[in-house]
């Protein structure tokens, strides 16, 4: 039997992520769902829906997502990966810890890029795929407490969009979502509390991934920016 087609879903563990791999794995689709927590990703999606398939892969790790892309591909062949794993710390650059910037930067930026480069051999040699990217409306607007995360979504954005120029040639979509407030547990528990009313549902994100993924006709939204109708929350 020839390999299955599947999209890998960076981040499943949890809010955004969660919600799409679940609502690709009910419209049909065979998903990869990765994050650290391996137990999270059997109780919640594994087990749910047997379309999922979950590997426990570290986007830090340049080692363990390498071998996990190998193991993967024993089996499927990557036609979409959706980089959404991602972390942040809510602090101004003066109190910024030792470690806290490469932690945000390796896991937004440059475990995304890995697992790009991963997937391209593939789509390449394919004429078809698609790279989605989940970043933030922090990465063009200015919020106070988020330098080091709009860095490294801003990065990843421009990433992108030269990514998207170099593969237009092979079929590949290079999509950029920016997402404002979305009520995950992302957000600390405070503000969360008070302004979950105010912010978006990663369900609802999730439809605007499923479609973006999902179309099939000569055109592709590039970049993609999703607010609440209220607007950006006031914190
Ligand atoms: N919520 C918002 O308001 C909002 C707005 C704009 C953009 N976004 C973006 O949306 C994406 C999803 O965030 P979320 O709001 O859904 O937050 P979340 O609920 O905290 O989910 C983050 C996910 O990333 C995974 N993750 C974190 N570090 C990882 C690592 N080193 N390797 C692999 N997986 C890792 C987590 O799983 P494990 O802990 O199991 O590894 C979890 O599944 C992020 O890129 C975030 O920046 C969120």
Redesign the pocket.
């Known amino acids: 039997m020839g390999k299955q087609p599947a999209v890998w879903v ?8 969660k919600s799409i791999a679940l609502l690709f794995a009910e419209q049909g689709v065979k998903v990869i769902a ?4 391996h137990a ?1 990703l059997e109780k919640y999606l594994a087990e749910k829906n047997q379309n999922i398939f979950a590997y426990p ?4 790790d340049l080692n363990e997502i390498k071998k996990t892309f190998e193991k993967i591909s024993g089996s499927f062949f990557i036609k979409a990966l959706i980089n ?5 710390s809510f602090k101004p650059v003066s109190e910024l810890t030792d470690g806290e910037t490469e932690k945000i930067i390796s ?2 930026l440059t ?1 995304a890029i890995n697992l790009t480069r991963f997937v391209l051999p593939g789509m390449i040699e394919a004429g078809e795929g698609k790279i989605i990217n ?3 409306v922090a990465s063009e607007k200015i919020f106070k407490n988020s330098a080091v995360y709009s860095a490294s979504k801003a990065g990843l954005s421009a990433f992108a969009k030269v990514l998207r120029e170099e593969v237009r040639e092979h079929s590949i979509r290079v999509v950029n979502i920016y ?4 009520r ?4 600390p528990s405070d503000i969360l509390e008070q302004h979950a009313d105010k ?1 978006m549902s ?1 369900d609802d994100v999730a439809k605007v991934v499923y479609d973006v993924y999902n179309e099939k006709s000569n055109l592709v939204q590039e970049e993609i920016v999703l607010r609440p109708v209220s607007g950006d929350l006031k914190i």
């Not at 960076?10 to 992520?17: D, E, F, L, N, Q």
């Open positions: 960076t981040g499943a563990s949890s809010g955004i992520g990765t994050s650290r927590d999270a892969a570290d986007v830090t959404n794993a991602g972390v942040t896991t937004n475990g989940i970043l933030s997402p404002g407030a979305v995950t547990p992302i957000w912010m990663p």
